[in-house]
């Protein structure tokens, strides 16, 4: 069992540096102050409370995809919500990634149960953050494309664009980036056309 002292370490990036290596049935039990993801084994912190623009996208993002998806077989799910990724082997106890996507798109709906998702999502977004930036560019990035996420779009509030990767022979490729004044649209799903302009907040006088 953690001291508390050694909890409050171990949720600090860089969680490299630390060389435990926890799984779904240890995630289940972690008792932490602050909501973590574990990615490869690793305990990552979540961000601070997301700030009130990354939450005005967020919203604007949920709003869009819901009248988008909401007669599809397709549904929509947002943060905090459980994604339990295959990463090393198929056993749900033993997978060593559990995320929490800010929004996610699954269209099997065998792999919903009541604690979250066990299995693939078919598109992600995450919408970054300077504290986020590694963790969604890079560690996130990587078990998305190794697990098979087939849609991963990139948000980047900052600069008001959005990034989309497509997964083509287990590798994910750059589709397309769209600014604030496109129509953004996704490669899987041909019927999702969103105006940015609608997602991005409008800049205050």
Not at 184 to 203: A, C, G, T
Request: glycine share 4%; proline share 5%.
């Amino acid at each position: 069992m953690m001291k508390t002292e050694d909890k409050k370490n171990q949720v600090e990036e860089p969680v490299s540096l630390y060389s435990d290596k926890y799984t779904y049935a240890d995630y289940l039990k972690f008792d932490f102050e602050e909501m973590v993801e574990l990615i490869r084994g690793k305990i990552f912190k979540m961000s601070p409370a997301p700030s009130s623009n990354h939450q005005r996208i967020s919203t604007n993002l949920t709003g869009e995809l819901h009248s988008i998806f909401k007669k599809s077989e397709c549904n929509l799910y947002h943060a905090p919500f459980d994604v339990i990724l295959p990463i090393e082997n198929k056993k749900r106890n033993q997978s060593n990634t559990v995320v929490q996507p800010d929004l996610c798109i699954i269209c099997d709906s065998s792999k919903i149960e009541k604690a979250g998702c066990f299995g693939v999502p078919d598109l992600v977004i995450e919408i970054i953050s300077p504290n986020t930036s590694k963790k969604d560019l890079e560690y996130k990035y990587s078990v998305y494309e190794e697990s098979g996420v087939r849609e991963y779009w990139i948000v980047m509030p900052e600069v008001e664009a959005v990034v989309i990767y497509v997964l083509e022979n287990g590798k994910y490729q750059k589709f397309k980036a769209f600014g604030k004044e496109d129509e953004l649209y996704s490669s899987i799903f041909p019927e999702m056309k969103i105006k940015l302009d609608d997602v991005f907040p409008k800049q205050e006088d």
